[in-house]
Nanobody, 122 residues
Framework: QVQLVESGGSLVQPGGSLRLSCAAS????????MRWYRQPPEKQREWVAT????????FYADSAKGRFTISRDNSKNTVYLQMNSLKPEDTAVYFCNADITTTVSSNMKTYWGQGTQVTVSS
């Protein structure tokens, strides 16, 4: 059994910053890519950023480039999203996912967290 738990979402003023965390726990053998997605109100979920297992591959959606930074701490099975210069259009539920191989099965599977709410408003 694997769980991903996001934290750090909050209400923040435009121009402010937030740091989201997503911690994976359970019967984990290895974690490959980790990603952040977001779902704005009444819109579809959209990809935000990806970081590969070694951290050498980092990719951002155009909306995140220059303002968001994805990072990970493999010793803690945790991925972070530092968000700066936040805008009202960044308001969304933010989800993480990760490609995980468990100690139970050799098959890699993508797991999702439950999401954390980010609201950017004055």
């Amino acid at each position: 059994q694997v769980q991903l738990v996001e934290s750090g979402g909050s209400l923040v003023q435009p121009g402010g910053s937030l740091r989201l965390s997503c911690a994976a726990s359970g019967s984990i053998r290895s974690i490959n890519a980790m990603r952040w997605y977001r779902q704005p109100p009444e819109k579809q979920r959209e990809w935000v950023a990806t970081i590969t297992s070694g951290g050498g591959g980092i990719f951002y959606a155009d909306s995140a480039k220059g303002r968001f930074t994805i990072s990970r701490d493999n010793s803690k099975n945790t991925v972070y999203l530092q968000m700066n210069s936040l805008k009202p259009e960044d308001t969304a539920v933010y989800f993480c996912n990760a490609d995980i191989t468990t100690t139970v099965s050799s098959n890699m599977k993508t797991y999702w967290g439950q999401g954390t709410q980010v609201t950017v408003s004055s």
